[in-house]
């Protein structure tokens, strides 16, 4: 039987890339979506077509309610989960000083109560006699955390505590799950970026390149298959978090292309 993946914010950006990489792998894929279901019925659509295996499921994952049901339609036809890719994300601006508390605790909801509820639902699913380390969990995290500035500032810290619970769920969950985090670099447009911004921003990095986000799914995939690995979060982002800046990339690049702008040439 082939091992089965959830993946969490599949149907676009990166979360297409990650069905494409486990699926093209031979996994059977659970794609999750929660307004996006006509990419996502796209996306199960092209990979059925080239004979890969993809079901969609629908859920709000602010709401435990649905997050049960996802977790028992999946457990009911395909059996317990073998990973569980949390990548979904809620990416709204504000700042320590502009706080809204509603809009924050939304964010958290997403980004950090969801993974770590459906990582409870998957570990309580699990067979008694498993080979050890077959099952892992996978945390789409962010460069930043690893080289902070306060722009976007719920978001940060809605990272940055779920970049602490690789290890602590790490350590709870073992020797039945494993736990890893993967912190990609600047893969795509980022709320108000123009092409011309982003084009710029993604080359700031050590390797002087975007990053690939095909590259960081398969670092997924990697993770995902490799038995010995747990507890660990890798960067996958050409060095970006080595290159420390005041405020977040797109910001900077903002300002800089102003500046460019307001030179008068003599």
Known sequence: MSKNVLITGGAQRLGSLLCRCFAQAGWQVWCH???????????????????????????????????????????????????????????????????DLNAARGQLEVNLLAPMALSALMAETLPQHDPTGARSIIHLLDQKVFNLNPDYFSYTLSKLALERAVALQAQALAPRLRVCGVAPGLMFLSGPQTQDNFDQASRINLMRQPTDPGQVAASCLFLADNPCITGVTLAVDNGQHLIPLPRDVMFVVQDLLKDARCITPT
């Open 33 to 99: 979506y929660h307004r996006s279901d006509a990419a996502a019925e796209l996306l199960r659509a092209e990979l059925q077509q080239q004979g890969w295996s993809m079901q969609t499921i629908a859920a709000d994952l602010a709401d435990q309610a649905q997050r049960q049901a996802m977790m028992r339609q999946i457990m009911a036809t395909s059996g317990p989960l073998h990973c569980l890719v949390n990548n979904a994300s809620s990416f709204e601006p504000d700042s320590a000083t502009a706080f």
